[in-house]
């Protein structure tokens, strides 16, 4: 693709007096993208400003490289949309409203009925078709609201809140069908205040916080750290000294040193040369790695 997925700039939206948006400036690839946020960050209003059915108040909107809300027409033929908690006909089959949604999409009725069987085996419903949606369970209703989403063969698709009232198991499934989007050339942005569910599914994430933007960013990069744990052999007040005095950021835990170097320092180097500097042994180095949860904390304490 040779647009960003999204663009925004100076984005921003008040209903009244709230601030829902403010002031974005993002620029986002194509991939899987996590929207992460608490109940209230935006989320459902910039995914709503995406797809043309909000104006914002001020700023630019792209996605897929089309102007909203100049280009409407051209961006929605290429994206999908599931809502958070919207609902299905419950007396219709499976089979039946997946031809609808179809043929709403301009699909010719013949082609409309093989992909209608084509999504409904991608999200494992072949077997359910022609069962009414009235009898599926809300795992299996959250996935033909996926197969919806995606049945007129759509480059991008949102999901809001895809994972929103589901037990494990159903968790779990939904979670893999969007992982798998990405082999079928769609590409995914899926809202989440579950950040375990980004963490599994997403390789970039933005991340909003009353309405502004805390992180952009691959997801790799963001979750990783220069923090390493450390345990010695010997005196670790010693070595926790030694490495202060190298400049690096040391934390004493019980049996280890949480040791975070300076940025472009390589923590491990650090650590060899201030187990030098005090004939130490080391018994074990690993990572720390941060959690999306741990970063939340960390912005809601700053
Ligand atoms: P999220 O999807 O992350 O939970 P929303 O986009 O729904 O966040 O909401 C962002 C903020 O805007 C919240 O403070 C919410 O109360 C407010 N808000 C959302 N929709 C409306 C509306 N229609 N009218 C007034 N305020 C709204």
Not at 45 to 68: E, M, Q
Not at 170 to 188: C, K, Q, S, Y
Request: with cysteine; glycine share 10%.
């Amino acid at each position: 693709m040779e647009h960003p997925l999204i663009e925004l700039s100076g984005l921003g939206h008040r209903y009244g007096n709230v601030v829902a948006l403010d002031n974005l400036d993002v620029n986002v690839p194509p991939g899987s993208i996590g929207l992460v946020g608490a109940n209230g960050a935006g989320k459902s209003t910039l995914i709503r400003i995406l797809l043309g059915i909000l104006r914002p108040t001020t700023g630019t909107v792209r996605v897929l490289g089309h102007d909203i809300p100049r280009e409407l027409i051209e961006m929605r033929a290429r994206v999908g949309y599931m809502a958070e908690g919207s609902t299905l006909p419950l007396d219709q089959t499976a089979a039946d409203f997946m031809v609808y949604a179809a043929e709403l999409a301009g699909i010719p009725t013949k082609a409309a009925k093989q992909r209608a069987s084509d999504v409904l085996t991608l999200v494992g419903l072949h077997e359910e078709r022609f069962r009414a949606l009235g009898d599926f369970s809300t795992g299996m209703k959250q996935r033909a609201m996926l197969a919806q989403a995606i049945v007129h063969d759509p480059d991008l698709v949102f999901l809001d809140e895809p994972t929103a009232g589901l037990d494990p198991e159903g968790r779990d499934e939904m979670l893999h069908l969007i992982t798998r989007l990405g082999t079928f050339g769609i590409h995914v942005l899926v809202s989440s205040h579950v950040l375990s569910d980004i963490e599994r599914t997403c390789d970039w994430v933005v991340m909003l916080d009353g309405g502004k933007l805390l992180r952009n960013g691959p997801i790799d990069r963001i979750v990783s750290s220069n923090t390493l744990e450390l345990e010695v052999l010997g005196d670790s007040q010693a070595v926790a000294q030694a490495l202060r005095s190298r400049g690096a950021e040391v934390e004493t835990q019980p049996t280890s040193l949480l040791v975070t170097s300076p940025a472009d320092t390589d923590t491990d180097v650090l650590i060899r040369d201030a187990l030098a500097d005090t004939h130490t042994g080391m018994r074990r180095l690993t990572a720390k790695q941060t959690s999306l949860e741990d970063l939340f904390l960390e912005s809601g304490d700053a």
